[in-house]
Each structure stands twice: as structure tokens, then as C-alpha cells.
């Protein structure tokens, strides 16, 4: 997630009632070749490169954000549109 989404999503979570561990987190787990491809896709005059290797053991998981809903936040940022912000 982008830091403005992540801090606009704090602010919320404070000003809100609710109690508790709230997760902030995106609705979609990426994986870092993922993310890679993006970049790749977005900075097509850079080399970029990447190293896979394998991890012995990999559990997947996600993260509860039942009540970041309740809050009914909406991050502003796609991957694609922070990424070209960055550079």
C-alpha cells in the first residue's frame, strides 16, 4: 500500500470508535515476482533485475481487514499509479 493510503486509513482507525487491532492492508496479496512485472512493465528503460529464489517453506495467508471496512476505507493508489509517483 501506498504511505498516503496507509496514513489516511491511520487517521481514520483514530478518529473512529472502534476497538482493538485494526489491520491495514490491501485486499490483494502480491507476490514480489509480481511486483517485479510491474515494474518491469512501467520502467521499460531501466534493466531490472531479479534473483528468484526458493523458499523452503512458504505458508500463504491474508490478512483480516473487517474492520478497516467498517470504516469504509478506500485506498486511492493502485500499485501502477504509486510506482509512477515514486520516480
Do not use: W
Request: charged share 25%.
Amino acid at each position: 500500500m501506498n504511505v498516503y493510503d496507509v496514513s489516511t486509513a491511520l487517521f481514520k482507525v483514530f478518529e473512529s470508535k472502534i476497538i482493538g487491532i485494526v489491520n491495514i492492508a490491501d485486499k490483494k496479496n502480491l507476490k514480489v515476482i509480481d511486483i517485479v512485472n510491474k515494474c518491469r512493465n512501467i520502467f521499460k528503460n531501466y534493466n531490472l533485475n531479479y534473483t528468484l529464489n526458493k523458499i523452503q517453506y512458504f505458508k500463504p495467508y491474508s490478512v483480516e481487514i473487517k474492520k478497516l471496512n467498517l470504516i469504509k476505507f478506500n485506498k486511492h493508489y493502485s500499485l501502477e499509479k504509486g510506482l509512477k509517483e515514486f520516480l
